[in-house]
C-alpha cells in the first residue's frame, strides 16, 4: 500500500504534468472569412444579426466593389489559396465565372425550400440573398416630370446632366452594361450615345447618388436601394422604373471552394437566406428573395418588375471584352 500511495504522491503529477506539457493546446476556431461587396453599414447590420444568433462564432470582412473583390480573389488563387470562406457578391454573371473557374464549393441549403428556384444556380454553388433594380434617379429640384424611360439619359435636354456608376468598378454597372447592349432598342449605340450626351462616369453607386442628390447632375442610373434610401433621408431626389423594363441583380452568397472549408460557412449562408435574414434585407431597404416577405415601402417585388436579363453564362464569358470596349468608348 505504501508503494501504491508513493506512486500516487509522486509519479502521478509528473505524468500529468508531461502530458500537459506534450499536449498542443485546442486551437481557438479559424474566423469565418467573408469577402463583399456590401456597404459597410449593411455589413455591419448583418454581422450584428448573425453574432446575435452565433456569438461563439468570429467573422472577418474584406470589402469593396464587386470587380476589385474579384481581383483580390483571382490573385489569391494564384498565389496558393483563396482566404475567403464566403463571398456575397453583386450578381450571377460574376458567381457563373467563379463557378466555371471550380472557385465554389457546391451546398443547397435548407433554407432554399422557401426561395423561387429562379434565383439559385441549379448546381447549388450560389443563390441569390436580395432583388436590386437599376432605375433612373433624378434631383427634383432640377427635373419636375417624372422620367419613364431610359432614352432621357440621351436626351438634348439632358445633354451634360447625367451620372452613372463605372462597369470597371461595380458589379450591378457591370451587370447591367452586358445586359442592356444586347438588348433590343439598346445595343452598344445606347452607350456610345450617353457619350454623346456627355454622361459623367463615376466609381460606385455611391457616386452617383452624391451626384443627384447635390444638385450636380439631374439624372443617374442606381440600383433602387440606394435611390430609397437617399430619398428618406431627405434628399432632392425621386427614382422611376423605367417602361422599357430595369436590370437586376441579386447579390448572390456562395462558399469558396477550398482544402480546409470552414465549417460555419455553411450556418452563415443559412442565416443570410433564412426568414431572420431576409426580415433584415427588408430593414435595409432591399426587396427581399424569400417568399411571403414583403419589399419595403417604395420599392417593387421581383414579381411587379419588368426584368431585362440575359443568359448569365455568356455575359460571364463576355464581360471582361464588354469592359474593355466600354473602357475604349469613355476612355
Known amino acids: ?75 489569391e488563387k494564384m498565389t496558393g489559396e483563396v482566404k475567403a470562406d464566403v463571398l456575397l457578391l453583386a450578381d450571377s454573371v460574376t458567381f457563373d465565372a467563379l463557378k466555371t473557374q471550380g472557385l465554389l464549393e457546391p451546398y443547397r441549403s435548407p433554407e432554399l425550400s ?29 427635373v419636375k416630370a417624372a422620367p419613364d424611360s431610359w432614352k432621357i439619359m440621351t436626351d438634348a435636354s439632358a445633354k451634360g446632366n447625367t451620372f452613372i456608376a463605372s462597369p470597371l468598378y461595380s458589379g450591378a454597372a457591370a451587370y447591367q452594361l452586358g445586359v442592356l447592349v444586347r438588348s433590343e432598342g439598346f445595343g452598344w449605340k445606347y452607350y456610345e450615345d450617353l457619350k454623346a450626351a456627355g454622361v459623367s462616369v463615376g466609381r460606385g453607386n455611391g457616386s452617383v447618388v452624391t451626384a443627384i442628390a447635390g444638385g450636380e447632375k439631374a439624372y443617374g442610373l442606381v440600383v433602387d436601394y440606394m435611390a430609397l434610401r437617399a430619398k428618406k433621408q431627405g434628399s432632392p431626389v425621386d427614382f422611376a422604373y423605367p417602361k422599357e423594363g430595369v436590370t437586376t441583380v441579386t447579390e448572390p452568397i456562395a462558399i469558396v ?75
Do not use: W
Not at 459597410?40 to 472577418?60: M, N, Q, S, W
Not at 426561395?115 to 432605375?135: E, N, Q, R, S
Not at 477550398?258 to 449562408?269: G, L, Q, R, Y
Open 1 to 75: 500500500m505504501r508503494k501504491i500511495s508513493f506512486f500516487i504522491r509522486r509519479i502521478l503529477p509528473v505524468c500529468v504534468l508531461a502530458l500537459l506539457v506534450c499536449t498542443p493546446a485546442l486551437a481557438a476556431p479559424a474566423p469565418l472569412v467573408l469577402y463583399t461587396s456590401q456597404i459597410d453599414e449593411d455589413v455591419e447590420g448583418l454581422l450584428g444579426a448573425f453574432k446575435a444568433k452565433h456569438p461563439d462564432i468570429e467573422v472577418v470582412v474584406f470589402r469593396s466593389g464587386t470587380e476589385e473583390v474579384i481581383s483580390k480573389v483571382m490573385a
Open 114 to 142: 422557401a426561395i423561387p428556384a429562379k434565383f439559385a444556380d441549379k448546381d447549388g454553388m450560389y443563390c441569390g440573398t436580395k432583388v436590386l433594380a437599376t432605375v433612373l434617379i433624378y434631383n427634383t429640384n432640377k
Open 257 to 331: 471552394k477550398k482544402e480546409n472549408i470552414n465549417p460555419d460557412a455553411k450556418t452563415f449562408v443559412d442565416f443570410v437566406l433564412s426568414e431572420d435574414g431576409q426580415k433584415l434585407v427588408v430593414t435595409q431597404d432591399y426587396a427581399p428573395v424569400r417568399n411571403g416577405i414583403a419589399a419595403p415601402e417604395g420599392l417593387r417585388s421581383a414579381s411587379e418588375l419588368k426584368i431585362l436579363d440575359f443568359d448569365p453564362a455568356l455575359l460571364a464569358k463576355e464581360r471582361e471584352a464588354d469592359k474593355k470596349k466600354f473602357a475604349e468608348i469613355f476612355q
